[in-house]
């Protein structure tokens, strides 16, 4: 008993993830090249400016109500894992395989599987830090542009909205891909220091300010192209 309590304590995960951690692993994970190039295909689908920005805010919210589902399942299995342990736990071995084959297969890139298992933390600190950075130069450029009075885009409004339901779930669906990542702490919830606390706190903060950077970021677009322009650009930064 005493050697398998001792190898349980030599092999136990340190945790060693505050809260800063949390923020810098799911931000860094959430924003990627999606908020470059997917605002034409949502203001396509909007069809105005404004009903544009309301889009990028509404996949926050939904995966905010998702959050609070991982964090009830949480509370109930306090483990690493994330999706997988959860559909292992609830409906057996098959289940929790086959959502994590597919999870891992068909949802995310290459670069997603390499980036979660051998970047160091320094490095996340790192593309934390410069993603922040080239976002916060379009939203200050965009405040500038304000500033000086470059708001004839914005005063469109929602004139030439669609509101038909299957141009909103397209333009939802569209939203919520550039939003995924935000669950990714839950892959190392016993890594966390106070997990209890940290954990809900470091995934609404995180939804919380990757939905301002994405919303002042599309403001900051409208302040230099117009509807028309940024529909005929494959990638906005260019």
């Known amino acids: ?39 034409a295909a949502v203001l396509q689908q909007a069809g105005s400016p ?8 509404l996949p926050a919210g939904l ?18 894992g994330g999706e997988y342990k959860y559909f292992f736990e609830l409906y057996g071995p098959l289940v929790g ?5 597919t999870f891992n297969l068909q949802l995310f890139t290459v670069y997603r599987a390499i980036l979660s298992l051998t970047i160091t933390r320094c490095l996340v600190a790192f593309f934390f830090l410069l993603k922040i950075l080239c976002l ?16 004839e885009n914005l005063e469109i409004g929602f004139e030439g909205s669609t509101y038909s339901s299957g141009v909103m779930a397209v333009s939802v669906q569209v939203g919520i891909f550039i939003y995924i990542g935000w669950n990714d702490i839950f892959n190392v919830i016993e890594e966390v220091e106070k997990a209890k606390r940290n954990v809900p706190l470091g995934m609404f903060l995180s939804l919380l300010i990757v939905a301002c950077l994405y919303l002042l970021t599309n403001v900051a677009y409208f ?5 028309e322009e940024l529909l005929n650009v494959h990638m906005v930064v260019t």
């Open 63 to 80: 995966s905010l109500l998702v959050g609070l589902c991982f964090l009830e399942l949480f509370s109930a299995m306090p483990v690493s």
């Open 50 to 57: 404004a009903l544009s920005l309301l889009m990028w805010l």
């Open 223 to 227: 302040t230099v192209l117009s509807p």
């Open 97 to 101: 395989f086959l959502s994590a084959w």
């Open 136 to 151: 916060t130069v379009i939203i200050v450029i965009g405040c500038v542009r304000i500033a000086q009075g470059h708001t």
């Open 1 to 39: 008993m005493a050697e398998s309590v001792a190898a349980e304590s030599r092999f136990a995960v340190k945790r060693v993830l505050g809260l800063r951690s949390i923020l810098a692993i799911n931000i860094g994970l959430i924003i990627g090249s999606g908020i470059f190039i997917t605002p």
